[in-house]
Nanobody
Framework: QVQLVESGGGLVQAGGSLRLSCAAS????????MGWFRQPPGKEREFLAA???????NYSDSVKGRFAISRDNSKNLVYLQMSSLKPEDTAVYYC?????????????????WGQGTQVTVAS
C-alpha cells in the first residue's frame, strides 16, 4: 500500500512555470512506477508522464519538451516540473503509483492515486 499527496498547484500566468510534488508514504517506494495525470473540466483523465524505479521516463506528446518528471527515492517524492504553461493546461493534476517496475500510460494500470491538485493557467 502507498498513500500519495500532491502539492504545488495554483494559479499561474500563461508562459509561466510550476513544480508539482507528490509525497508518497509506505514501504518500497523506490520500486514503484510513478505517473502524473490530469483531468480538465468535463474531460477524461489523461496521461502526462511516468517514471520507473530506474528513472526511465515516458511523456505524452502534449507535454513533451515542456514538462519533466523526476523522483527522489531518498525522500519518497516525485516531481512534475511544468514550464511554458498554456491555458489548456488548466486541470486537476494527479499523482499515481503502481507497484511494478514497468511504467504504463493508462489510468487503469495505476491502483494508487492522490487527491489531486488544481492548476489554473490564466491567459
Amino acid at each position: 500500500q502507498v498513500q500519495l499527496v500532491e502539492s504545488g498547484g495554483g494559479l499561474v500566468q500563461a508562459g509561466g512555470s510550476l513544480r508539482l510534488s507528490c509525497a508518497a508514504s509506505g514501504r518500497s517506494f523506490s520500486v514503484y512506477a510513478m505517473g502524473w495525470f490530469r483531468q480538465p473540466p468535463g474531460k477524461e483523465r489523461e496521461f502526462l508522464a511516468a517514471i520507473s524505479w530506474s528513472d526511465s521516463t515516458n511523456y505524452s506528446d502534449s507535454v513533451k519538451g515542456r514538462f519533466a518528471i523526476s523522483r527522489d527515492n531518498s525522500k519518497n517524492l516525485v516531481y512534475l516540473q511544468m514550464s511554458s504553461l498554456k491555458p489548456e493546461d488548466t486541470a486537476v493534476y494527479y499523482c499515481a503509483a503502481r507497484n511494478t517496475i514497468e511504467i504504463r500510460t493508462t489510468p487503469q494500470d495505476y491502483p494508487y492515486w492522490g487527491q489531486g491538485t488544481q492548476v489554473t493557467v490564466a491567459s
